[in-house]
């Protein structure tokens, strides 16, 4: 009888099948099954699971490596850095898996059967027909020796079934949904091995996690219901069987579990939208994990919180909003500096604009070395992604006249609110005042009688096109006497051109 482990010198993984890109799902499970080792300094494993060959181009491993890194996790051993129980990718097991296999057949614990799609779809329409579950009846498992010649002169290739017992009761521990029993019976014997050799999920994943001194799984709850099915090849093989922990699903907007097959949105699409990956790592560490503390948290703090435990077993739901949160918080620890590298990193879909406000920015850094540093601190309160900072830099640096700057409707109420008299007025003041904005401010509001809202909305929508935003005082330097005058003196036009 196999034992199982205690969590002494825990040994977690992530074994993801690399046929797309990594989506939050998939990153939450391995971030907790980094934490898990992390928590205890324990090792991480990571492995990839290649056999479906048809879904594996490189460019998928590469990728998933490139993600995990660019999320911050680490492993101990993998298929880049090998490690004490190589390799790492399953299609370079495979004379593993066949020693195994040779086990199985020896002790008459598995059998070829060669039944076509066609054979097991009737035998499952039967059972269904009359309310059974349907399940291998185990048409094959009687055949002689000489029955399976002829078949495969026929050229069929069978696959290879695992005999399951005929009764008996096997219980699966889990250390999220507790104690769940299983009639071996309802099981049915199943494929371990495909027809063209390949192993099947099953055989592979539980072989391997064996093999490699996995004593924690912790994994999606999509593979709850294949738990039993791979203790009973652990215990066949005499293999230890690790703990298990299944994660419930993260959902997405549509309800469904977010699935590479389908699309779901992707870490690699987050990261290009300019989310950091603190925030992703603080996001996805709450998402079905409690933590009392509701500020941003380092790796440390996160890993020296994180307690299976904790886990919870409702579904969780991608939420953006929460997320964005998480980002908010993250940007808040950077400083002006690393705040200016991470605008310049940031890989913008509209790329040849964005190129040229960078340009002009650098232009303009040879008169003004501070200037990132200053429009970055101006701006940082009010964004949260590249895109948004990009629109203020077009908001300060473009040279585009008022006309040409994208105005919010609030932003034209706010100008019809000024009298025609106030431009001119405001465009003088300004050049008298040098660009001093609190010399500025006051003087026009003793020579207009506006003051408060009335005064300060009209010049934030005649200098930026918007009604919010960060402070002018910051801006105004940034804008420059040339173009803050330039807009001041064409506000009203722009206004009768949008009364039209
Ligand atoms: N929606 C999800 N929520 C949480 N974990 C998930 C989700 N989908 C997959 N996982 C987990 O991610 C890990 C890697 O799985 P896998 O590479 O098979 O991803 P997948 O998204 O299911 O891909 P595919 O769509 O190709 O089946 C597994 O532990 C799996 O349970
Ligand atoms: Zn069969």
Same mark, same amino acid.
């Given at each position: 009888?196999?034992? $199982?482990? +205690?969590?002494?010198?825990?040994?977690?993984?992530?074994?993801?099948?690399?046929?797309?890109?990594?989506?939050? &799902?998939?990153?939450? #499970?391995?971030?907790?099954?980094?934490?898990?080792?992390?928590?205890?300094?324990?090792?991480?494993?990571?492995?990839?699971?290649?056999?479906?060959?048809?879904?594996?181009?490189?460019?998928?491993?590469?990728?998933?490596?490139?993600?995990?890194?660019?999320?911050?996790?680490?492993?101990?051993? &993998?298929?880049?850095?090998?490690?004490?129980?190589?390799?790492?990718?399953?299609?370079?097991?495979?004379?593993?898996?066949?020693?195994?296999?040779? +086990?199985?057949?020896?002790?008459?614990?598995?059998?070829?059967?060669?039944?076509?799609?066609?054979?097991?779809?009737?035998?499952?329409?039967?059972?269904?027909?009359?309310?059974?579950?349907?399940?291998?009846? &185990?048409?094959?498992?009687?055949?002689?020796?000489?029955?399976?010649?002829?078949?495969?002169?026929?050229?069929?290739?069978?696959?290879?079934? $695992?005999?399951?017992?005929?009764?008996?009761?096997?219980?699966?521990?889990?250390?999220?949904?507790?104690?769940?029993?299983?009639?071996?019976?309802?099981?049915?014997?199943?494929?371990?091995?495909?027809?063209?050799?390949?192993?099947?999920?099953?055989?592979?994943?539980?072989?391997?996690?064996?093999?490699?001194?996995?004593?924690?799984?912790?994994?999606?709850?999509?593979?709850?219901?294949? +738990?039993?099915?791979?203790?009973?090849?652990?215990?066949?093989?005499?293999?230890?069987?690790?703990?298990?922990?299944?994660?419930?699903?993260?959902?997405?907007?549509?309800?469904?579990?977010?699935?590479?097959?389908?699309?779901? %949105?992707?870490? /690699?699409?987050?990261?290009?939208?300019?989310?950091?990956?603190?925030?992703?790592?603080?996001?996805?560490?709450?998402? &079905?994990?409690?933590?009392?503390?509701?500020?941003?948290?380092?790796?440390?703090?996160?890993?020296?919180?994180?307690?299976?435990?904790?886990?919870? /077993?409702?579904?969780?739901?991608?939420?953006?909003?929460?997320?964005?949160?998480?980002?908010?918080?993250?940007?808040?620890?950077?400083?002006?500096?690393?705040?200016?590298?991470?605008?310049?990193?940031?890989?913008?879909?509209?790329?040849?604009?964005?190129? /040229?406000?960078?340009?002009?920015?650098?232009?303009?850094?040879?008169?003004?070395?501070?200037?990132?540093?200053?429009?970055?601190?101006?701006?940082?309160?009010?964004?949260?992604?590249?895109?948004?900072?990009?629109?203020?830099?077009? /908001?300060?640096?473009?040279?585009?006249?008022? %006309?040409?700057?994208?105005?919010?409707?609030?932003?034209?109420?706010?100008?019809?609110?000024?009298?025609?008299?106030?431009?001119?007025?405001?465009?003088?003041?300004?050049?008298?005042?040098?660009?001093? $904005?609190?010399?500025?401010?006051? #003087?026009?509001?003793?020579?207009?009688?506006?003051?408060?809202?009335?005064?300060?909305?009209?010049?934030?929508?005649?200098? +930026?096109?918007?009604?919010?935003?960060?402070?002018?005082?910051?801006?105004?330097?940034?804008?420059?006497?040339?173009?803050?005058?330039?807009?001041?003196? #064409?506000?009203?036009?722009?206004?009768?051109?949008?009364?039209?």
């Amino acid at each position: 009888m196999a034992q $199982y482990y +205690t969590t002494m010198d825990l040994k977690s993984r992530f074994a993801p099948s690399p046929t797309g890109y990594l989506h939050l &799902g998939n990153a939450r #499970t391995a971030l907790f099954a980094w934490l898990a080792a992390r928590a205890v300094a324990g090792r991480f494993v990571l492995r990839l699971e290649d056999t479906d060959q048809s879904r594996s181009p490189q460019i998928y491993e590469k990728a998933l490596l490139e993600d995990l890194c660019w999320l911050g996790l680490n492993w101990d051993e &993998g298929p880049d850095i090998g490690g004490p129980v190589a390799p790492y990718r399953q299609m370079e097991r495979l004379d593993i898996y066949h020693q195994y296999y040779e +086990t199985l057949l020896a002790a008459g614990q598995a059998y070829p059967c060669y039944c076509s799609a066609e054979d097991l779809a009737a035998e499952r329409a039967v059972q269904r027909a009359s309310s059974k579950s349907p399940r291998y009846g &185990g048409r094959c498992r009687h055949l002689n020796a000489e029955q399976r010649r002829d078949l495969e002169a026929k050229g069929i290739q069978p696959v290879l079934r $695992y005999r399951v017992p005929d009764s008996g009761m096997l219980t699966v521990p889990d250390r999220v949904w507790g104690e769940r029993s299983y009639a071996l019976a309802d099981l049915g014997d199943f494929v371990i091995r495909r027809s063209d050799g390949s192993p099947a999920f099953f055989f592979a994943n539980a072989v391997d996690d064996a093999l490699m001194g996995v004593n924690l799984v912790l994994r999606g709850e999509d593979h709850l219901s294949n +738990t039993p099915r791979q203790i009973l090849i652990l215990q066949a093989l005499n293999l230890p069987v690790p703990e298990y922990a299944h994660l419930p699903l993260l959902l997405g907007s549509d309800g469904q579990p977010l699935s590479k097959r389908h699309g779901a %949105a992707s870490l /690699r699409d987050l990261q290009f939208q300019g989310y950091l990956p603190a925030a992703v790592r603080n996001y996805l560490a709450r998402l &079905g994990h409690h933590y009392a503390e509701s500020d941003l948290l380092d790796d440390q703090v996160l890993a020296a919180g994180f307690s299976v435990d904790k886990i919870s /077993r409702a579904p969780g739901h991608f939420d953006v909003v929460q997320l964005q949160h998480w980002q908010r918080l993250a940007l808040q620890e950077l400083s002006d500096a690393q705040l200016w590298e991470w605008l310049l990193a940031a890989n913008l879909p509209n790329v040849s604009i964005e190129n /040229r406000l960078v340009e002009k920015m650098l232009k303009a850094v040879s008169e003004d070395e501070d200037l990132p540093i200053k429009f970055v601190a101006a701006v940082r309160a009010n964004i949260l992604f590249p895109e948004e900072a990009v629109d203020w830099a077009r /908001r300060c640096f473009a040279d585009e006249a008022f %006309a040409e700057l994208e105005k919010e409707d609030a932003a034209l109420a706010a100008l019809a609110e000024a009298p025609a008299e106030f431009w001119p007025l405001a465009a003088m003041l300004l050049q008298q005042s040098a660009g001093d $904005y609190r010399i500025w401010t006051k #003087t026009l509001q003793q020579e207009s009688g506006l003051k408060g809202k009335s005064l300060f909305m009209p010049l934030r929508a005649a200098l +930026t096109g918007r009604s919010h935003g960060p402070e002018l005082a910051a801006l105004l330097p940034l804008i420059g006497m040339e173009r803050a005058q330039q807009r001041l003196r #064409t506000a009203p036009s722009v206004l009768s051109e949008a009364r039209k």
